[in-house]
């Protein structure tokens, strides 16, 4: 599996932004799909991750509330929808697929594949 993330860009302060993740491949629908974001100099943090069938969802404290995570599995996209953002959202974002799909994980070791980033940079 190939991921293609997209999206990022720069943002004021309560603004929003939708990041993609385009997966190659036919089997997309049987991963997990999760997103993760990194600053410089700090480890990988779960953000929020999606099930397979897109039914279940989790999401870190620290977005809860503000982002949602979906999926078209006809598209083979995963989406990260983030709204209210603030300055602290600001670094760059993953895209990670698990092929446990019919659980959740939150370990970035745990993933299989992932995309290339993209970043998000929210000014106050």
């Known amino acids: 599996v190939q991921l293609q993330a997209s999206g990022g860009g720069l943002v004021q302060a309560g603004g929003s932004l939708r990041l993609s993740c385009a997966a190659s491949g036919r089997t997309f629908s049987t991963y997990a799909m999760g997103w993760f974001r990194q600053a410089p100099g700090k480890e990988r943090e779960f953000v929020a991750g999606?099930?397979?069938?897109?039914?279940?969802?989790r999401y870190s404290d620290s977005v809860k509330g503000r982002f949602t995570i979906s999926r078209d599995n006809a598209k083979n996209t995963v989406y990260l929808q983030m709204n209210s953002l603030k300055p602290e959202d600001t670094t760059v974002y993953y895209c990670a697929a698990d092929r446990v799909g019919w659980s959740i994980r939150e370990d970035p070791r745990e993933y299989d594949y992932w995309g290339q980033g993209t970043q998000v940079t929210v000014s106050s």
């Open positions: 999606i099930t397979r069938s897109g039914y279940v969802t």
